[in-house]
């Protein structure tokens, strides 16, 4: 079956002009020698592979150095999963939104804003970090042996011991002063850390100096800021994040060198800032067959916005029951059913329009 409908979701404040939807398809271009231009491809669907917990699903971790091992944050319950599903629980946290995790090969850093937590899993230890000096941590990465991570309601940024996610010395901090807005969110990228505030970006390196190792490189400014510390992810050897500054949010970037490049449409962000309160926004990133795909969540009005770095275009996601799109696995509250299992991509077919 053929079709001229070959392109992306774009529904424009005038429908008149464009009213498109694209929903679980994505196109593909084919080269000069294929028979067509281009054709749609199907989003993969999911099976079940096992009920974690009692849910809601917080966080999902896959091991950087043991990629046997993966770890979930049902509700308050943290689960080891190994490679057949099978799950054991290795602890308790606190708090009830996401969860930022960093690994350093041996302990896992769970960032539950505020608290934080060590898994050891040399000891096979799971405890609350408990130094006095701990202030809590919104979202954690690591570099160069150190946990990094972002103080709440600050413009703080503090590093742990080396290899030593429970012990944080009383200097091991330093501020994002280039401008006075609070730090949002930090991620790790190419040995370099971002730090995302609501109106600014800055990028730190690893100077190796005392107390506090990373400072700033210079010219590394960015006048762009995040409204969604959970937005920001990392794909095609950059960061991709929803943007904030103080003339207006909604915009969806990447990094490009050390700014950030505009990604999101103008329906796409006409339909994000109709959104409402869009600060809860979370998003993964994943790669099949070339295609790397950013997957932006709006939980509170059920949206997933999926931009494809393969052809620079979006599509909208969704699940299908009894003759409603929802997304079924991705809501974060009580609402839906199935919200505590964990689920994998199928095995694609493709649709050829």
């Not at 599903?85 to 041996?106: C, F, H, L, W």
Request: charge should be negative; charged fraction near 15%; aromatic fraction near 14%.
């Amino acid at each position: 079956m053929k079709s001229h409908i070959l392109g992306q979701s774009y529904v424009a404040r005038s429908i008149n002009a464009a009213n498109d939807v694209m929903m679980n398809l994505f196109p593909e271009a084919t080269p000069l020698e294929g028979k067509e231009n281009g054709f749609l491809n199907r989003a993969p669907g999911m099976s079940k592979l096992a009920t974690i917990g009692n849910g809601p699903i917080r966080a999902l971790w896959s091991h950087q150095t043991n990629g046997a091992d993966a770890y979930v944050v049902s509700g308050n319950e943290v689960f080891k999963i190994d490679a057949s599903y099978q799950a054991a629980k290795i602890g308790n946290i606190t708090g009830s939104g996401p969860v930022s995790i960093a690994d350093n090969g041996t302990q896992l850093f769970f960032a539950c804003n505020p608290d934080g937590f060590i898994y050891d899993e040399v000891a096979n230890t799971f405890v609350q970090i408990s130094d006095v000096d701990f202030p809590g941590a919104v979202t954690v990465g690591y570099l160069d042996g150190y946990f990094v991570f972002n103080e709440p309601n600050s413009q703080k940024l503090w590093v742990t011991e080396i290899f030593d996610g429970t012990i944080i010395e009383p200097l091991a901090f330093a501020s994002a002063e280039g401008s006075p807005d609070l730090v949002q969110a930090i991620n790790v990228d190419q040995r370099e850390l971002w730090v995302f505030g609501t109106d600014t970006i800055e990028v730190w390196y690893n100077a190796g100096t005392a107390n506090f190792p990373f400072a700033r490189i210079q010219g590394a400014f960015n006048e762009l800021g995040c409204l969604a510390p959970y937005s920001v992810a990392k794909l095609d050897n950059t960061l991709f994040w929803l943007g904030n500054d103080p003339r207006g949010y909604g915009i969806v970037y990447r990094g490009e060198g050390y700014r950030g490049k505009r990604v999101s449409t103008h329906a796409v962000e006409y339909a994000i800032q109709s959104y409402g309160d869009v600060s809860n926004a979370l998003a993964y990133t994943y790669q099949q067959e070339g295609h790397a795909f950013y997957v932006l969540i709006f939980p509170t009005v059920n949206k997933t916005w999926v931009f494809d770095v393969a052809t620079g275009a979006w599509h909208e996601r969704a699940g299908f029951e009894d003759g409603f799109f929802y997304p079924p696995s991705f809501k974060l509250s009580d609402e839906l059913p199935k919200q505590n299992h964990c689920w994998r991509l199928l095995k694609r077919q493709h649709l050829c329009f």
